[in-house]
């Protein structure tokens, strides 16, 4: 495409530039940082365990880095993050932070409180 004026090649204008920079940023692939907080071996902690590992092998394949931690084995690490219920998964990564409290066996819902699909 040319300009009218100069008929010299039109340019880009810097908005649209920005645009394209931003859109390309949006493609690259976000890292997810997960932390699940669970309370010994019990059915919901190894449920919660199972369900989350599951979710992210398979649709974060790759991009994540998940820490499973058991709170009586390391209290000092669930008070600091203000753990008042277990299972709790944390997303500290994308932000904004988020906390999945309870029973992580409804696998929508997980998903949607991961920003993983929208909601219904």
Known sequence: MTSKKTG?????SASKARSSRAAARTKVPQEYV???YVAGVDRKSTD???VITGLCDEYL???YKLAIV???QQPM??????IIAAPTLIRKLPLPLKRLVGNMADLDKVMVGLDLRPML
């Open 48 to 50: 919660a365990i199972r």
């Open 77 to 82: 690490l669930a008070r600091g993050e203000q």
């Open 70 to 72: 058991d709170i009586y």
């Open 34 to 36: 997960l932390k699940l």
């Open 61 to 63: 394949q790759g991009r």
């Open 8 to 12: 010299m090649p039109a340019r880009k």
